[in-house]
């Protein structure tokens, strides 16, 4: 069928050539000489090889193939009757299936399984845009809300980012006691170290799963968000002032860490900015806090590197500061550092 729409194709492309040269040649009043006829097939024969060579992806034909065979299957799964052989086709193949598909026959079931592939394949910039385009065809269901708040907060490495959060508000608007989205609300907070948040996320799902292991792992998750806002107080209003010496010029970026005094490897908290100039007051907020919050007391360092071009990461910053303890100082813990 290919080849034959291809032959049309080239019937009337080779039929508008003949007849547009034919009359530009009238309008030269000059007649078409047979021996240019050759022009024809050489032009064509020419537009081919380049195709083929240049144009003509190696992998063209193998997906044409993957569609014509897996289409149908896609289509009892836009159609929301998803058919059991769907299990035993590879997750690329489908996913570039339902991409075409998709394209011929919009669905907001289509999209949100597109999404949920995309998930799979760790794409959550992908998956965000077909969970927004299941959004736009079924804006009134939860689970492409839910599904959008997942692929947003899976791009922010976990973070729970605004557009997540309202997301997630909306769902539990229209149903309360949805396990799914309080589940989520609270694992993304957890990260985010907004634990006051986590912790009424906890004890909603608790009101209702209080039994069981479930009970239990909720108990356990709400131990922990206890003990970690516990921890988190006394780190509330971390602050460094960052100086730097002659010759160090702002404008760069500057990575700010937190530790315990010897510790190497990944630090427990970490700040990136721009640095616009110095000194330069840089807060530590619950997000920037890598590790569990240590517990009060816990002795602490601070330490800063500096790359002097805008958006370079932390292996080219070559200024360095000097470890200098965290110290409580009008009720907060601050420390002083030098770029040398």
């Known amino acids: ?16 050539f003949a007849f547009l040269w034919q009359r530009t040649l009238r ?7 047979l021996s240019h006829l050759w022009l024809f097939p050489a032009m064509i024969l020419v537009a081919t090889t380049s195709y083929l060579t240049l144009g003509y992806h190696p992998e063209t034909q193998t997906w044409l193939n993957e569609y014509a065979n897996n289409r149908d299957l896609v289509r009892t799964m836009i159609d929301g009757k998803p058919d059991p052989a769907l299990r035993e086709v590879p997750v690329p193949v489908l996913t570039r299936t339902l991409q075409r598909e998709l394209a011929i026959q919009p669905s907001a079931e289509g999209w949100y399984t597109l999404a949920l592939l995309y998930g799979e394949m760790q794409a959550p910039a992908v998956a965000i845009t077909a969970a927004r385009s299941a959004m736009r065809l079924a804006p009134d269901e939860q689970s492409p809300k839910l ?19 309202t997301l997630i508000d909306e769902v539990i608007v229209q149903a309360p006691t949805h396990d799914g989205a309080w589940m989520m609300l609270a694992t993304a907070a957890m990260t985010s170290g907004d634990y006051d948040l986590a912790l009424r996320a906890f004890e909603d799902l608790l009101s209702r799963h209080n039994d069981g292991e479930a009970g239990a792992a909720l108990t356990k998750a709400k131990e922990d968000a206890l003990e970690r806002q516990k921890n988190q107080s006394w780190l509330a209003n971390v602050t460094i002032e960052v100086t730097a010496a002659d010759g160090i010029e702002a404008g760069g970026t500057l990575f700010v860490f937190l530790r315990k005094p010897g510790d190497t490897g990944q630090p427990m908290a970490a700040v990136r900015l721009l640095a616009d100039g110095f000194p330069l007051q840089v807060k530590v ?4 806090w890598l590790q569990q919050p240590p517990e009060p007391g816990t002795p602490l360092v601070a330490g800063a590197r500096y790359a002097m071009a805008p958006g370079q990461g932390v292996d080219q910053a070559g200024v360095v500061a000097p470890n200098q303890p965290l110290t409580m100082n009008q009720g907060r813990l601050s420390a002083t550092l030098e770029l040398r």
């Open 285 to 288: 907020a619950a997000a920037n």
């Open 27 to 33: 309008r030269a009043e000059t007649k078409l000489a």
């Open 147 to 165: 599904l959008l708040a997942r692929s947003l907060i899976a791009q922010a490495d976990g973070q729970l980012v605004p557009e997540a959060q």
């Open 1 to 16: 069928m290919m080849w034959l729409w291809g032959g049309l194709w080239l019937l009337v492309l080779m039929s508008l």
